[in-house]
Nanobody, 123 residues
Framework: VQLVESGGGRVQAGGSLRLSCATS????????LGWFRQAPGKEREFVAS????????YYQDSVKGRFTISRDNARRAVNLQMSSLTPEDTAVYYC?????????????????WGQGTQVTVSS
């Protein structure tokens, strides 16, 4: 599975950004997808994930109600709509895919990773 993220950038606190991750290489609904992020000096952390069937979605507590993950079946892409952004959301955001349809929150459960896209939120 190949993953390519896009949509990062700089935004002021309270603003919104939409990240997208284009996928290729396998049958679209055979794998779950997730978004992770890594801030400078910190470990990579889970943000959101969605199962192969769209039936199960998980969010990190700090992003619930502000971020929305979705799959675009026509484009074979997974999106992360982010709103009410704060400086604490500043990080490199990574798209990830795992073998199997079950959504997971552990980064060790994901075998495929994109190159990352920078999100910077200024106060």
């Amino acid at each position: 599975v190949q993953l390519v993220e896009s949509g990062g950038g700089r935004v002021q606190a309270g603003g919104s950004l939409r990240l997208s991750c284009a996928t290729s290489g396998r049958t679209w609904d055979t794998y779950a997808l997730g978004w992770f992020r890594q801030a400078p000096g910190k470990e990579r952390e889970f943000v959101a994930s969605i199962s192969g069937s769209d039936a199960t979605i998980y969010y990190q507590d700090s992003v619930k109600g502000r971020f929305t993950i979705s799959r675009d079946n026509a484009r074979r892409a997974v999106n992360l709509q982010m709103s009410s952004l704060t400086p604490e959301d500043t990080a490199v955001y990574y798209c990830a895919a795992r073998d199997g349809q079950v959504a997971r929150t552990e980064k060790s459960a994901y075998q495929y990773w994109g190159q990352g896209t920078q999100v910077t939120v200024s106060s």
